[in-house]
């Protein structure tokens, strides 16, 4: 009973592969952004700032309600809280989905030399894992800002990429 050996069916299968792609690079943003933010539990207790955290430009009205929250109740504001909150919301702008993106969040959390430790882990180098993922990447933004439309210059119906 298999759907997809269905002639008229294949669009399934062509958009469950979609999905899936699209997915799985989400959920490579999401771990990027997450083990920052799981970095500034370590920098709390006294560990370094990564040196790509360091360069994070945050606003200065960021700043200025965290110092105005300080002032303004002493006795129970939590800092830290304020803090983590404010890079979250600054790494919410962001995405770390390409080769040059997600080595930067590695960085970030405080990880040296990521794409080598990546490449002995799965035994790729770092020129074929830049490849696979910034195509990888590619095809995501082409079905999730584009709606998989091949382009054409001028098009007379509709064509999904393959």
């Known amino acids: 009973m298999a759907v997809i050996d269905e002639p008229d069916m294949e669009f399934v299968h062509n958009d ?3 999905a899936a792609l699209i997915i ?8 990027m952004h997450w083990l920052i933010y799981d970095k500034l539990s370590d920098i709390r207790k006294g560990k370094d700032i990564p040196g790509s955290l360091r360069k994070v430009a945050v606003s200065f009205v960021d700043i200025a309600e965290l110092a105005d929250a300080v002032l303004a109740d002493r006795e129970k504001i939590r800092p830290w809280v304020k803090v983590k909150n404010t890079l979250q919301k600054k790494l919410l702008t962001e995405t770390f989905q390409s080769f040059e993106q997600v080595g930067t969040a590695m960085s970030m959390a405080g990880i040296t030399e990521g794409w080598k430790k990546v490449s002995a882990e799965i035994g790729e180098t770092s020129p074929e894992i830049k490849k696979r993922l910034n195509h990888i990447v590619h095809r995501r933004n082409q079905i999730v800002h584009e709606g998989d439309v091949m ?9 999904l990429n393959d």
Request: aromatic share 4%; with cysteine.
């Open 16 to 18: 469950t592969c979609r």
């Open 24 to 31: 799985a690079v989400s959920a490579l943003d999401s771990y």
């Open 151 to 159: 382009r054409k210059s001028r098009p007379r119906n509709v064509l």
